[in-house]
């Protein structure tokens, strides 16, 4: 590969006189930007030695073919702008508007590209026929099960007769006034036994004993409407 670009280099043939001080002067022109010997002539390939670009560059400094600007220790040679052909005023107006149609097409192709983004983003929001499917499965076993639930409502069956619902109301009444008659006793006797112990060794003592006491969801429970006065299992509270 080392020996194919040596070859390529080798090929360029290097111009003297008036036909490098041509050719670095018709790339400025070209480029019409600053530029130093060494970027020009590493730009033309080697075509005009580096030394010679800087000779040449002077020399057309000096002729007012170009302009030359020296920022600290760095030079800078520019076309002579004066020198350059002033454009058209119908070639002019006719990139004014060219440049006004590309930025209205900018425009376009930006609110083109915002709708596809909002439309892209909205698709991959969408469920996929894989879930859709899933979801269709869930729904459609939800209904059969609810329809399930009603068929005995619609064959006119009664879910509960009044003899079960009175023997519900009196077993819940029987078992609850236990259930308050036990907590009472327990109480009692549990105040008795550590009356004489601190709060902590009471507490301690309890878990030794695996004793458990009603939870937060036991107090709703009581305050609810199940155990409300004149409820269907409540009734008959004391």
């Not at 580096?50 to 000096?62: F, S, Y």
């Not at 800078?76 to 002033?86: G, I, K, S, T, Y």
Request: include cysteine; hydrophobic fraction near 40%.
């Amino acid at each position: 590969m080392a020996t194919k670009t040596k070859a390529s280099e080798a090929k360029i043939a290097v111009l003297k006189g008036k036909e490098a001080e041509d050719c670095v002067l018709e790339y400025i022109k070209k480029m019409n930007r600053p530029f130093g010997a060494v970027d020009v002539s590493a730009n033309l390939k080697g075509a005009v030695p580096k030394a010679a670009t800087q000779k040449i560059m002077v020399a057309l400094a000096e002729r007012g073919d170009l302009v030359q600007k020296t920022y600290g220790k760095t030079t800078f040679f520019v076309a002579n702008q004066a020198n350059l052909e002033d454009m058209p005023s119908e070639k002019l107006a006719a990139l004014e508007a060219e440049v006004k149609r590309i930025g209205e097409e900018n425009k376009s192709l930006g609110a083109e590209v915002k709708s596809i983004g909002a439309e892209l983003a909205r698709l991959k929001s969408t469920p996929t026929d894989k879930e859709v499917a899933v979801e269709i499965e869930r729904a459609t076993a939800a209904v059969h099960k609810a329809r399930a639930h009603l068929e005995p409502l619609r064959a006119g069956t009664p879910l509960i007769s009044a003899e079960e619902t009175a023997q519900l109301d009196a077993e819940w009444t029987k078992w609850r006034n236990e259930w308050v008659r036990r907590r009472k006793v327990f109480k009692t006797l549990w105040s008795l036994a550590t009356d004489a112990l601190a709060p902590q060794e009471a507490t301690d003592l309890a878990e030794d004993l695996g004793i458990e006491y009603d939870t937060p969801e036991h107090g709703v429970l009581e305050r609810g409407e199940l155990c409300a006065a004149g409820s269907v299992l409540g009734k008959r509270r004391r």
